[in-house]
């Protein structure tokens, strides 16, 4: 809920209405935009613990990945964009949505990061198939999709 209302009576009867979050104007959009990452976080009814994309099965309750039948190792952040990019499969996903939702307020946008991440997750998951899951747009994004 984001309003001008500030008294605790206010917050308490937005909170009774089903708000799941309450910030008050005026406000911050690096907080609005905490607080929205927060409560995607929190959402996990909606969202299913394991996806699978052709042989590539990520399971976001455990945080494990694994190819055919292999695991995958990845870092913290190589795990972060992958499960987004699982989360919006078949879905082009662009630099910009990537950086909104896998990196936080401070990343710069004019960095190579997000393709220096991309190329390590190709290898560790597309290494020595014969069919690729991670695919480049040149200059709109990456799908995550098996293309038979």
Request: charged share 30%.
């Amino acid at each position: 809920m984001l309003t001008a209302r500030a008294t605790i009576d206010d917050r308490l009867t937005g909170f009774d209405a089903a708000a799941d979050d309450y910030l008050t104007k005026p406000f911050s959009f690096r907080e609005l935009s905490a607080r929205i990452r927060a409560l995607l976080r929190r959402d996990v009814q909606l969202r299913p613990d394991v996806f699978e994309i052709d042989d590539l099965t990520v399971d976001s309750a455990s945080h494990r990945v694994s190819r055919g039948s292999h695991n995958v190792h990845l870092t913290a952040k190589e795990y972060a964009l992958l499960e987004y990019l699982a989360r919006r499969a078949g879905q082009l996903v662009s630099r910009a949505d990537i950086a909104a939702h896998v990196w936080d307020d401070s990343f710069d946008p004019f960095s190579n990061t997000i393709e220096v991440y991309i190329n390590r997750l190709r290898k560790k998951i597309d290494g020595n198939h014969s069919l690729k899951l991670l695919h480049t747009r040149r200059g709109e994004g990456y799908i995550l999709e098996s293309r038979h």
